[in-house]
C-alpha cells in the first residue's frame, strides 16, 4: 500500500489599516479633539480629529509602512502628499463638494475621501493599505 501525502500551505497576506479622519477643521490642522488608537496585534490604527480648536492633528506614536521598494514612510509623510491632491482638487474644481481618488505610491494605497462643507470646513479621510507577506 502506497500513502501519499499532499502538502500544501496557504500564504494570507495580512494588511496594516491606518485610518485619518478629520472633520470640521477649516485649516485642516487645529482641532477641539484628536483621539489616536493603535492595534498592534491586528496592526490597525487610527488617528481621529474633530471640530475646530487649538490642538494640532498630529500622531503621538506615529506608524510607518513600508513601500514595495523597501522604502518605509511615515504616515504623516503619506497624509501630506494626499492632503496637497485635496487642495489642488478643491482649488481647481471650487464648486465640487466631494472628492474620492485612490494613490498608489511605492506599493502603498491610499484612498481620499474628502467633502467640502458650506461653510468651507473639510472632512478629510485617509485610508493607508499596506500589503504585509
Not at 5 to 11: A, C, D, F
Not at 40 to 64: A, E, M, Y
Not at 75 to 90: C, D, G, M, P, R
Not at 94 to 107: M, V, Y
Amino acid at each position: 500500500m502506497i500513502l501519499l501525502m499532499i502538502s500544501t500551505s496557504l500564504v494570507f497576506a495580512k494588511k496594516k489599516k491606518i485610518v485619518v479622519k478629520q472633520s470640521g477643521s477649516k485649516d485642516g490642522i487645529h482641532y477641539n479633539t484628536v483621539d489616536e488608537y493603535h492595534n498592534w496585534q491586528s496592526d490597525f490604527h487610527s488617528l481621529k480629529c474633530k471640530n475646530p480648536g487649538s490642538i494640532v492633528c498630529t500622531w503621538g506614536h506615529t506608524p510607518r509602512v513600508k513601500g514595495s521598494s523597501g522604502n518605509e514612510y511615515d504616515v504623516n509623510q503619506l497624509t501630506s502628499i494626499a492632503y496637497k491632491k485635496v487642495e489642488e482638487y478643491f482649488t481647481n474644481y471650487p464648486n465640487d463638494k466631494n472628492f474620492k481618488i485612490k494613490l498608489q505610491i511605492d506599493g502603498i494605497t491610499i484612498d481620499i475621501h474628502a467633502k467640502k462643507d458650506n461653510d468651507q470646513s473639510l472632512d478629510i479621510t485617509y485610508t493607508i493599505l499596506e500589503e504585509i507577506e
